[in-house]
């Protein structure tokens, strides 16, 4: 069976960019895979891991001859790149990325995309809290949801492509409108990631004494918090920059909520607690249904992700 695409481009080579250059390499999905990286010390690291067939520290020197460009970056630097490439970008290429914010990403990389070259955002919701070339796996994307958010027009025949390539990994392919995107991600994943930053920063501000026994007695709830907040820090400061109206919309509905919560555990309101906490059951009964309550790292087996 021949490849899906004769020459791919991975611009970004951590986790995401990592697990798709070896996704592609078990499934045969590319005849050759170039990565892109600033530092030397990872583009070492790349072709010492077999990621890439080369790896070049210029954007545009690694899309050159490209069928499909992927941007896997943090975001924030999604116009930079596209301005590198722009001119090296090959007719009929298919440009996309795995950024979790999508409004952002087509304002800063459609303006630099010649005309002939196709857009195809995407999102793969699925990560660990491990970065870095090494942290990659085929198995990352399996079972997990990939929504594209194709701009109006967008060629049909090259979204197919993409939508192809992620099944290809296991996933399952949504189509969503970019601004619905971003105020759906905004409570199921910004909103969660910036309580877990929050909650970790408040233990670090405890005294001393306490932060050891933080530490020392961390039950399972505070460990996935620690667990959340280990993330990629520039990722996550360029996902609440680029979504900014979007997490601040969920971040005063869920303020609110939690000031409910406090007046009812003040004035000992146990009805509304319990109350709350059974609605709240269900949503996690929801998920395991949906089988989305974590896919398994082959490299820590007893481990969630």
Known sequence: ??????????????????????????????GEIVGCARSAETRAKVLELGLADRCEADPAAAVAGADLVVLATPVGAYEAVARAMEKALAPDAIVTDVGSVKQAVI???????????HFVPGHPI????????EAGFAELFEQRWCILTPPAGTDAAATEKVVRLWRAFGSRVEIMDAGHHDKVLAITSHLPHLIAYTIVGTATGLEQSEQSEVVRYSAGGFRDFTRIAASDPVMWRDVFLNNREAVLEMLQRFTEDLTALQRAIRWGEGETLEQHFRKTREIRRGIVEAKQAGSFDPREPDKKV
Do not use: C, N, W
């Not at 304002?107 to 070259?117: A, H, I, N, S, T």
């Open 107 to 117: 304002r800063d990389v459609g303006p630099y995309l010649p005309e002939g070259v």
């Open 1 to 30: 069976m021949s490849a899906l695409f004769q020459r791919v481009a991975v611009i970004g080579v951590g986790l995401i960019g990592s697990s798709m250059a070896r996704a592609m390499r078990k499934h045969g999905l590319a």
């Open 126 to 133: 699925a990560g660990t809290e491990h970065s870095g070339p």
